[in-house]
């Protein structure tokens, strides 16, 4: 069981084995890389909620791998549903979301991109392939809008993508050519040029110039009502689990993992 997009600004402190209200998270040998233990930590809040709700059998445990049982999982499920209703959004927050990001509802919209990519691979040191990445990324920037003339030959040199054989070149693309994290950060956007700033991908970090936009064409707010309706309710959802968890952990006994502790009760 996962709890997805729930953002906490926490930090593991150093004893051998990190506990939720004396359960621990992992066994004593492993150190769990922060992330991890972050999510451990807001799984088995919820897995104890569920136990004391009625919803999961005393008997049921924390694995020393992380991994949630079935039953678990299931309670979790039903006590989320029960503590983390939301009303559905309104026609004008829809609307008005809609109008606050309406290049995200444009079809048929066309990029023609270059890019120089730094991958990251198993031992790379981050922090020195970052610099190198930005140090490239002032090299070529144009700040008029123009292509950069620097750009083909940098690519050439430090890409480690194929297209740095073709200056970078990635030719035309739509949204879904890319990996959605790198489309994220050129679509429904009017620059053109060199981004002032790295694009991270699975891949590693980019330095990326669009040299053409093509926009699409505007869906209409009936024709996206759907999309625009999912896309608040997810947010609404976000927040409330996270204020949902901040709850629990305010009422727990934290060992070895800080979340941020809210002491207000969950606004449905």
């Given at each position: 069981?996962?709890?997805?997009n729930?953002d906490?600004s926490?930090?593991?402190?150093?004893?051998d084995?990190?506990?939720?209200?004396g359960?621990?998270?992992?066994a004593?040998?492993?150190?769990?890389?922060?992330?991890e233990l972050?999510?451990?930590?807001?799984?088995?809040?919820?897995?104890?909620?569920?136990?004391r709700?009625?919803?999961?059998?005393?008997a049921?445990?924390?694995?020393?791998?992380g991994?949630t049982?079935e039953?678990a999982?299931k309670?979790?499920e039903?006590?989320?549903?029960?503590?983390?209703a939301?009303?559905?959004p309104?026609?004008?927050a829809?609307?008005?979301?809609?109008a606050?990001?309406e290049p995200?509802y444009?079809?048929g919209e066309?990029?023609?991109?270059r890019?120089?990519l730094?991958a990251?691979?198993?031992?790379?040191?981050v922090?020195a392939l970052?610099?190198r990445?930005?140090?490239?990324?002032?090299?070529?920037?144009c700040f008029?809008?123009?292509a950069s003339?620097?750009?083909?030959r940098?690519a050439?040199?430090?890409?480690n993508?194929?297209s740095?054989?073709?200056?970078g070149?990635?030719?035309?693309?739509?949204s879904?050519d890319c990996a959605?994290?790198?489309?994220?950060?050129?679509f429904?956007?009017a620059?053109?040029?060199v981004?002032?700033r790295l694009?991270?991908?699975?891949?590693?970090?980019?330095?990326v110039?669009?040299?053409?936009?093509e926009t699409?064409?505007?869906?209409?707010?009936?024709?996206v009502?759907?999309?625009?309706e999912?896309a608040?309710?997810q947010q609404a959802?976000?927040?409330?689990?996270?204020?949902f968890l901040?709850?629990l952990a305010?009422?727990?006994?934290?060992?070895?993992?800080?979340?941020?502790?809210?002491?207000?009760?969950?606004?449905?």
């Open positions: 069981m996962r709890v997805e729930v906490f926490t930090h593991a402190r150093a004893p084995v990190a506990r939720i209200n359960v621990a998270l992992h004593s040998q492993n150190v769990l890389p922060l992330e972050r999510q451990r930590a807001c799984t088995e809040l919820l897995r104890q909620a569920a136990q709700a009625g919803l999961l059998d005393p049921d445990t924390c694995a020393a791998d991994v049982s039953a999982a309670a979790i039903v006590l989320l549903e029960q503590s983390v939301l009303a559905d309104s026609e004008e829809c609307r008005r979301y809609y606050a990001h995200t444009r079809t066309r990029l023609r991109v890019h120089i730094f990251v691979t198993p031992g790379v040191d922090v970052r610099k990445a930005e140090t490239a990324m002032l090299e070529v920037r008029d809008g123009s003339p620097n750009f083909g940098l050439a040199e430090l890409s993508c194929p740095g054989a073709a200056g070149e990635l030719g035309w693309l739509a879904a959605p994290e790198f489309a994220r950060e050129l429904g956007r620059e053109v040029g981004l002032p694009v991270h991908s699975r891949f590693g970090l980019h330095v110039e669009v040299l053409k936009r699409g064409m505007q869906q209409p707010f009936e024709a009502r759907g999309a625009v999912t608040l309710r959802y976000v927040a409330a689990l996270r204020q901040q709850l305010g009422e727990a006994a934290l060992e070895g993992v800080d979340l941020d502790a809210a002491n207000t009760p969950l606004v449905q």
